[in-house]
């Protein structure tokens, strides 16, 4: 298990993400989409099509 600090904020995505996306790609959906900062502290958490794979920025 991994453990988080308490003021950390996890932000997970709703529907289907292309686990193809590289770092890049995914940081520009997260400012693009959620108009936040990748870099602030925050954990944002992308799942693939079959529920099996996850990435974590």
Not at 30 to 36: A, D, F, I, P, S
Not at 42 to 52: A, M, N, Q, S, Y
Request: charged content about 20%; proline content about 2%.
């Amino acid at each position: 298990m991994i453990a988080f600090p308490a003021v950390v904020r996890v932000w997970i995505a709703g529907g289907v993400t292309d686990m193809r996306r590289g770092t890049n790609t995914l940081a520009l959906t997260v400012q693009q989409g959620l108009w936040r900062n990748q870099n602030a502290g925050e954990i944002f958490c992308f799942r693939g099509r079959k529920g099996d794979l996850v990435k974590l920025l």
